[in-house]
């Protein structure tokens, strides 16, 4: 059933469409950063510092500091277009203010607006055309608790205004009707280290606390307003603070019975399996059961970096295979407790998803009963081709300007031009869909 369902899903998809619009940064170095790594790190390096240089003079010295200076092995294609563009100071100013906009356009087509009201167009034109979402504020790991505030402000605005807002949108049955009752339509995803600057897990208590303080409110406007709060997770060191505040939270009197809360595992994690077996088991101790998002894990790299940094074991599945497997067990599990938790799926990946719809029908679950979940500005081949047959797609849709939004936007430009993603795959490499669907067991 599961090759059946992805065969659909790829026959309803049309050719390939490019994730970024055509421009010169992104066409040229989108193409090589996928060709060659050093060319990728380059890249990620200037796009990182980008929304940090003011002047255009700035903008053409970290051009050249990056792509030109003494990479005389780098792309001939990459240093005649750049040489050619930054040879006169005129030439220099009109390339660099090109690159920013060509930056921003990339980024402008992955976030829903860098203002709220520009936000809330594109989310009622998304629910117009039959997706709900996931709001997220862009930012994390904050610096200071003047941050902090800010951030847990605009979350509290984000719970009272939604609401209100998405009250006044048509009626959609399957965005809004599940069997255990109607879900909201305001729906948030909030990371915890956007809302406490002194994260340390050597610090634990002290930072549950921090960051439950913050929560709190948002909650309880939450539960007035009748909005969804999701909590991201990040990287594995905040893993055990994240579900301990989860559980702490979730479990006080104002929320234990509340139905609108959600939480994440990441099946990349050699734990992802326990993880979830304890977020179950906590699950049915509250009053309402809790969502739970399955994703594979946006941190891979960093993970890796850091283990062998800290020689320390490393936390993460080491071949792609292997968290493609960890996904469709921790699908299995989730799916086999239904009620007792709900779940969404969270991928861009045909067979992950075509697993998870699989496994929902074999169980008697309703297409109302769980949901599918992609990020905003990707893989929309896909997921129009998913919303024809009849599921319910909800759209994580970041919201805010392009500094605090750049690790996010690194994250994907990560996943679109690695080796092993499905995206890239499908996409660049054109790989045919009989291995595209393949069973992940049989690649290890
Ligand atoms: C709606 C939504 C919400 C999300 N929320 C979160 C969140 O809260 N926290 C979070 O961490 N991520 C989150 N993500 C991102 C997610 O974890 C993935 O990074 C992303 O979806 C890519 O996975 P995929 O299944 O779409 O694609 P695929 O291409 O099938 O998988 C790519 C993923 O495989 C893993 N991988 C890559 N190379 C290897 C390797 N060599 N060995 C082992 N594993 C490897 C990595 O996790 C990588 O992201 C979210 C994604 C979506 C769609």
């Known amino acids: 059933m599961i090759k059946e ?12 469409s490019k994730l970024f619009k055509k421009n010169f940064f992104s066409d040229l170095m989108m193409d090589w950063a996928m060709k060659r790594e050093d060319v990728k790190v380059e890249m990620f390096r200037f796009v990182d510092v980008l929304p940090t240089l003011k002047t255009n003079g700035q903008i053409s010295d970290h051009l050249r500091e990056y792509f030109l200076a003494s990479k005389a092995d780098f792309p001939q294609a990459i240093q005649t277009a750049l040489k050619a563009a930054l040879s006169t100071s005129v030439t220099a100013g009109m390339t660099s203010a090109t690159v920013k906009k060509n930056v921003s356009s990339m980024a402008s087509v992955l976030i829903t607006g860098e203002d709220s009201s520009r936000a809330q167009k594109k989310l009622k034109e998304l629910w117009d ?47 809004e009707e599940t069997s255990l009752g109607k879900i909201p339509r305001a729906n948030v995803s909030v990371k915890p280290s956007s809302l406490y600057s002194q994260i340390d897990p050597v610090s634990f208590d002290k930072t549950v606390r921090g960051i439950k303080d913050k929560l709190r409110p948002i909650l309880s406007e939450a539960v007035k307003n009748n909005c969804f709060v999701n909590i991201d997770m ?8 994240i579900f301990t505040v989860c559980e702490e939270i979730f479990s006080e009197a104002e929320f234990v019975d509340y139905p609108h809360l959600g939480i994440v595992v990441q099946a990349y994690l050699k734990s992802a399996e326990e993880d979830l077996k304890r977020l179950i088991e906590f699950s049915q101790k509250r009053k309402a059961p809790l969502t739970i998002r399955l994703v594979k894990g946006a941190y891979w790299d960093y993970e890796i970096i850091l283990a062998k940094q800290r020689n320390w074991p490393i936390p993460v599945f080491t071949k792609k295979p292997k968290t493609d497997i960890s996904y469709e067990q921790c699908t299995k599990t989730l799916l086999d407790n239904y009620p007792k938790v709900i779940g969404a799926f969270a991928s861009h990946n045909v067979r992950s998803l075509a697993y998870a719809m699989a496994c929902a029908k074999e169980n008697g679950i309703g297409k109302q009963d769980f949901e599918l979940q992609t990020l905003y500005g990707m893989a929309n081949n896909f997921k129009k081709a998913i919303w024809e047959m009849g599921y319910r797609i909800r759209e994580y849709a970041p919201v805010g300007e392009m500094l605090p939004g750049m690790s996010y936007l690194v994250r994907r430009l990560l996943e679109n031009t690695s080796n092993d993603g499905f995206l890239k795959q499908s996409g660049v490499d054109q790989k045919g869909m009989d291995e595209l669907l393949r069973d992940p067991r049989e690649l290890v």
């Not at 990040?234 to 603070?241: L, M």
């Open 5 to 16: 369902i992805g065969t659909e899903i790829f026959k309803r998809s049309q050719a390939s």
């Open 129 to 175: 055309s039959g997706y709900c979402f996931t709001v997220d504020i862009l930012g994390e790991a904050v610096v200071s608790e003047a941050e902090a505030v800010d951030y847990q402000n605009r979350y509290l605005e984000l719970a009272r205004g939604l609401p209100k807002l998405a009250a006044e949108w048509k009626p959609c049955p399957l965005l």
């Open 234 to 241: 990040e990287q594995n060191d905040y893993r055990e603070i």
